[in-house]
């Protein structure tokens, strides 16, 4: 027996459709249809959400960041990439222990599925020990998230790992995990960045993820600082190398690629990898603006990521929105750039639709920010805040309901993570400022 919401406005796929109703049986979409629920639909419901003032769409994919920065946030303040990951984030990220681990993941999570995003994409940089990795696929299955954990690795430079280790450590993660919880766990090869990752290494994780049909995720041309350095090493741009390794595919997502060339767009698209745009981070630690409407002229899937708090310093998915279309639009003087549906397909390109999974969040639309109407579609990407999300439903499953979240204590997380986060700070010797 199903779910059924009624009398929303429904968002899909660029359309939107004034009042409506879906009927959710187990994990999937079952009916959508437009007016008053048919007689099945009532029918086939046990429970009923009266959704009037609300607008339904499908969840938003937060496709990059790093939960375990929740214990990291105000870091950035000031600081370039290099010096801001050397001087304070990789001191953190050592420190942490694996209740930290967990804690900081959950939090991370309440705070994506608060900001709209039904899917995170956990670029996961702290594997210390198994346990260190696990604890985040645990959090995510005790939530009812979706996650694909990126596992990071880096066979060189600080705090690098040896390659047999990285090996067996990815191998595992996908015998076990890749899968899990009726499929709403994902593994991905998680190559840090080009500059500390081997060639080697390179195509060996590759090769391996190809085998289990998982992704592989890696941070690209973030700065100039960083494509200087794999141009000096390789005589070649970071794209190009990862192409002449044989790694860049469909199955490849780079994240940022804020400095890419004409040649590196262009093989981009003809390799169908997508890029990973994180506004959010590109403007606070000032490492430029990537080429989004060069992109999409040329083809390219692009997905939206907050990166992780610590370089954002916040994981709302409306915000990252807005943000990226502020961001075109200042820079290359023209306001016709990412229009809403074309933000909002970067950000979500599923739709609500019988046999769809059943991923989709209401918005609460009686608001002073956002009433009145002009326009939906505008309206989502230009006056929702994540505190708009009323209520988030994940393969079938209520996860917040009414802006609180099913069968959590949110306030005695958030007690717990504040104490652990400063005991983190002193033990890793980073000063924690102005703290309330
Ligand atoms: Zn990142």
Known sequence: MGLLI????????????PRGYVLIQGTQIATVGAGSPSDDARAAA????????????PGLVNAHTHLEQTFMRGYSAGRPLLDWLKGCIWKLQAAMDVEDVRLATTLGLVE???????????HHKVPLSRRHTDVVLEAAQALGARLVLARAWADRG????APADILADLERLFAEWHGAAEGRIQIANGPLVPWRCSAEMLQRTSALARRYGALTHCHVSETQAEVAMTLEETGLRPVLWLDRLGVLGADFQLVHGVWLSD?????????????????AANMILGSGVAPIPHLLAAGVELLLGSD????????????????ATYLQRAVMHDASLLPPQTVLAMASSASLAAGEKADIVLLDFDAAHIQPVGNVLASIVYNVRGSDVDTVIIDGRLIMRHKRMVGLDEMGLIAECRARAAHLARRAGVAQLHLP
Do not use: W
Request: aromatic share 2%; hydrophobic share 45%.
């Open 46 to 57: 046990r429970e009923v959400l009266d959704a009037a003032g609300k607008v339904i769409l």
């Open 112 to 122: 994506a599925i608060r900001g709209g995003a039904t899917t995170v994409i956990d």
């Open 158 to 161: 600080t705090y690098a790992e």
């Open 6 to 17: 009624h009398d929303a406005t429904l968002v899909s796929a660029g359309q939107v459709i």
């Open 308 to 323: 992780g708090p610590a370089s954002n310093d916040g994981q709302d998915m409306f915000e990252t929105m807005r943000l």
């Open 263 to 279: 040649e590196e767009i262009a093989r981009i698209a003809e390799r169908g990898a997508a890029v990973v745009h994180c506004p």
